[in-house]
């Protein structure tokens, strides 16, 4: 989405100085103000987060403080967007960047999505009212609409296996969008075939790139998109840390590639990575493939324990990285002047629906 340029005054400001008037403004807001912060956040941001957490964990932080009119969320426009879903009209929400996005929500958009459905809803051998749709929560708020509205549920990378069980009790296939390789790690791990049971539907081509045939035997029809950040890891990258770590423990997030996620020794979501890493023993030895902010804070709050990022090049997120401490100031300096700027407003019509699909994923998986 389009963000106004930072005006001049912020944009020369150090850090020290963002630092001081962002707690300034924390300070005389009070319980007024609530920020929230990803983990994948740069320390300089986080730090003024009053909820860290990954998606699933925020989702609910969000919805926890009704007394606060303002809601900062520190992480990308899709998650701006759920907390927008799931709280009151009187509770505004705000992105400090509206330009920090995610490159995987991008993948699959509405009219490509419906396109899809139409398709399926074409073939013989197929009923589209047993298919039922499951979006990651890394989606555009009309997609978790077109889920609400068709039985599905929304999913995060905290919940998948949970979700997408519940939605095969509900009908034969799931349509699961847009993350290909969260959707077949789960599949995978609730005991379904990569190759037999799952096909990938590409949405620049006739059916997906797929038979008739593909389709009808297919139980999951996997997205065709991916995380920039956790594409890059690979089964070669842990065979280099094994050799390098003797002992070492490889800890990767569900959105990297079925090969890895089979070669490391643990996989989940972000707040699942610190857990099992905080719950180490001193001593113990780390290779993870995640997000670069995310495993150079680890590094630094344990040392005494190895931690390295499975990728040497780093791999920060982009589009995280666009909450800058400069726009954090000046998005909260306005509002403490009483001007809204950055507010995230998902329309009514798109509200009910995707509140319905976010719901149900909190009942299912709660
Ligand atoms: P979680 O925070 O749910 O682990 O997801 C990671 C991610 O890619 C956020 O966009
Ligand atoms: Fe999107 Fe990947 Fe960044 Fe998460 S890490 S916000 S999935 S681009």
Redesign the pocket.
Known sequence: MYQVPLPQEYADLTTQEADARIETVKHKMGSRLVILGHH?QRDDVIKHADFRGDSYKLAKDASSRPDAEFIVFCG?HFMAESADILTPDNQRVILPNLAAG????DMANLFQVRNCWKQLDALPGIDTSRIVPVTYI?SAANLKAFVGERGGTVCTSTNAPTAVAWALEQGDKVLFFP?QHLGRNTGVRLGFDPDSEMCVWDPFKPLGGNSPEQLVAAKFILWKGH????ARFSVSQIEQARSRMPGVQVVVHP?CELDVVKAADLNGSTEFIIKVIEASSPGAKWAVGT?INLVSRLANQLPDRQIVCLDPQICP?S??YRIHPSFLCWTLENLERGEVVNQVIVPPKVKHFASVALERMLTVCA
């Open positions: 994948y990308v995610c490159s995987m929500a890394n993350d995380c920039s950040v956790h959105e997000e997120c589009t995280m």
